[in-house]
């Protein structure tokens, strides 16, 4: 009796040590996903998108069957109103992804990794405005420090850290269209990419007979069919974790991916950190560690009251 009531008490915490191994594992491979990409360079970013999308929704079929929720995806496809919040989400989500894949490849890693940095802190900002959240003194504090760093680069570069900022915000956006949408993860992924894919393959189809896939070399083919795979893999952990994590631990995972994107382009890859770079990222970083704070002791709170009712 006391030995199965010893292992039932151990089995909360091995199943969030189990999950803080897939949460990492997820935003360890988003963080580390520009080097796939990097291996496809010599092909245009809109083929890769396309070729992403059809892949993509392969795989994650596959999964829904795996997961037994063809029903609740048939339930989903009947919902006009359902849809037409996917279609707006799947077109943010293919805006986020040409960015992303078009920075990687073309040597704008470092931004990129700064508009990942810069998302958490958008979504709070798009909340306030949209949702009508209200902002702790701390968040305040922490969007001051993120736009002060988003101003010493435009200032100093002399433009506007475009890159960094169309990610940020088409990603914030994504997420509170995602938020506004009841519907389960993986049902609505599927649904997003399903979307794409009638415009992916007439574009593939019109891009001489599918592109790389039609005349590039072997390995090219194992690469850009595994797009899918590269797509889904990270989503799967991250679903696995975010079920066995409260959600203020899965918040400060997110800030793994951004950081790989940001070692691998000034150490992989060797993108200039340039003076003013260093100073913007100090700005965010402390931004993120008053956001972190923040969210630490909104959680902390919360455990409290629960424990008090």
Do not use: C
């Not at 709070?124 to 504090?141: K, M, S």
């Not at 997110?254 to 913007?280: I, M, N, R």
């Amino acid at each position: 009796m006391e030995v199965n009531e010893q292992r039932r008490s151990r089995s909360p915490a091995n199943s969030r040590r189990r999950g803080l191994v897939y949460g990492v594992l997820a935003y360890g491979l988003w963080g580390l996903a520009p080097a796939f990409w990097k291996q496809l360079a010599h092909v245009d970013a809109p083929e890769l998108l396309a070729h992403r999308a059809v892949w993509g929704l392969g795989t994650f079929l596959v999964l829904v069957a795996i997961a037994g929720q063809g029903e609740p995806l048939v339930r989903a496809l009947r919902d006009r109103k359902l849809l037409g919040l996917m279609f707006v989400s799947g077109a943010l989500l293919a805006l986020n992804w040409g960015i992303f894949v078009w920075a990687a490849i073309r040597g704008h890693l470092l931004e990129a990794s700064l508009g990942y940095f810069i998302n958490p802190l958008i979504s709070v900002a798009i909340g306030t405005i949209f949702l009508r959240e209200r902002l702790t003194r701390l968040q305040w504090i922490a969007i001051v420090l993120a736009a002060i760093g988003v101003g010493v680069l435009t200032w100093r570069a002399g433009k506007v850290p475009y890159i960094s900022l169309l990610l940020a915000s088409t990603f914030g956006l994504y997420g509170t269209i995602r938020k506004l949408a009841k519907v389960d993860a993986l049902v609505g992924s599927t649904i997003e990419t399903a979307l794409m894919v009638p415009i992916a393959i007439g574009y593939l189809v019109y891009d001489r007979a599918f592109g790389v896939l039609g005349h590039g070399s072997a390995a090219d083919h194992v690469l850009v069919i595994s797009t899918g795979v590269v797509t889904a893999i990270p989503l799967i952990l991250f679903t696995s974790a975010a079920r066995r994590l409260p959600l203020s631990t899965v918040g400060f995972l997110q800030y793994l991916a951004p950081t790989g994107q940001f070692l691998l382009a000034v150490l992989a890859y060797g993108e200039p950190l340039a003076h003013e770079k260093l100073v913007a990222f100090g700005f965010i970083w402390t931004a993120l560690v008053v956001f972190s704070v923040n969210l630490w002791r909104t959680a902390s709170l919360a455990r409290a009251a629960a424990r008090r009712s």
